[in-house]
């Protein structure tokens, strides 16, 4: 099984895709958790780069790197993982760069389908979790947690954009869910954390 979650910064994939992790886990699953960009030693170093603040990159060459980031991540960890039976965790995915890079930078929706899609060798999630809430709030969070982590300088890159930035994100992904309901659900991300796990667990096949 695949899983992704998705979402503006600091809406709480962290904690949701730890405590899914348990679940699955208590349920005598092998599970690997991991994330994007920064899944794979290539991912590492693309991650210092694309995330950094002071890191200056048009649009095209954001779209690319996360691009070589994914196209190595599921060859060497996610493909891998999945064909040993694991359930894989993925803390963002395809989905990112065709809102991020579609929605938020203005690039065409489809075209980056259609690379994302290249990219992943038709690999796409059994279900993909949307955490929505509000922007100004979520972004609050964000810089918040990367100053108590000492992130700001070397990863804040995303959560330096402005709020406009942030609200066509969260746009999106709304929209970019309603063209794909079959493996996208929306979760309501101001819940609790434990009230979040229980909406993303009723949107399991296997817990429904």
């Given at each position: 099984m695949f899983l992704t979650l998705e979402g503006i910064e600091g809406a709480g994939k962290t904690t949701l895709l730890e405590n899914l992790a348990e679940v699955f886990r208590t349920l005598n699953h092998e599970v690997l958790v991991t994330r994007e960009p920064g899944g794979c030693a290539l991912g590492r170093d693309l991650r210092a780069l694309l995330l950094n603040p002071e890191s200056d990159i048009c649009p095209e060459a954001e779209l690319f790197l996360f691009l070589a980031d994914r196209a190595q991540h599921v060859a060497e960890v996610i493909r891998p993982a999945l064909d040993r039976g694991m359930v894989v965790l993925c803390d963002r995915y395809a989905d990112s760069t065709i809102v991020y890079q579609g929605y938020g930078r203005g690039l065409d929706v489809e075209r980056l389908r259609l690379l994302n899609d290249m990219a992943v060798g038709g690999l796409w999630p059994d279900r993909?979790?949307?955490?929505?809430?509000?922007?100004?709030?979520?972004?609050?969070?964000?810089?918040?947690?990367?100053?108590?982590?000492?992130?700001?300088?070397?990863?804040?890159?995303?959560?330096?954009?402005?709020?406009?930035?942030?609200?066509?994100?969260?746009?999106?992904?709304?929209?970019?869910?309603?063209?794909?309901?079959?493996?996208?659900?929306?979760?309501?991300?101001?819940?609790?954390?434990?009230?979040?796990?229980?909406?993303?667990?009723?949107?399991?096949?296997?817990f429904e």
């Amino acid at each position: 099984m695949f899983l992704t979650l998705e979402g503006i910064e600091g809406a709480g994939k962290t904690t949701l895709l730890e405590n899914l992790a348990e679940v699955f886990r208590t349920l005598n699953h092998e599970v690997l958790v991991t994330r994007e960009p920064g899944g794979c030693a290539l991912g590492r170093d693309l991650r210092a780069l694309l995330l950094n603040p002071e890191s200056d990159i048009c649009p095209e060459a954001e779209l690319f790197l996360f691009l070589a980031d994914r196209a190595q991540h599921v060859a060497e960890v996610i493909r891998p993982a999945l064909d040993r039976g694991m359930v894989v965790l993925c803390d963002r995915y395809a989905d990112s760069t065709i809102v991020y890079q579609g929605y938020g930078r203005g690039l065409d929706v489809e075209r980056l389908r259609l690379l994302n899609d290249m990219a992943v060798g038709g690999l796409w999630p059994d279900r993909t979790f949307v955490l929505d809430m509000d922007p100004a709030e979520a972004l609050r969070r964000a810089r918040r947690r990367n100053a108590e982590q000492g992130l700001a300088g070397t990863e804040g890159r995303f959560e330096a954009e402005q709020l406009p930035f942030h609200t066509r994100i969260r746009e999106g992904f709304k929209v970019w869910a309603a063209h794909n309901t079959k493996r996208i659900a929306i979760l309501d991300a101001a819940d609790s954390p434990e009230g979040l796990m229980h909406q993303a667990l009723a949107n399991i096949d296997m817990f429904e």
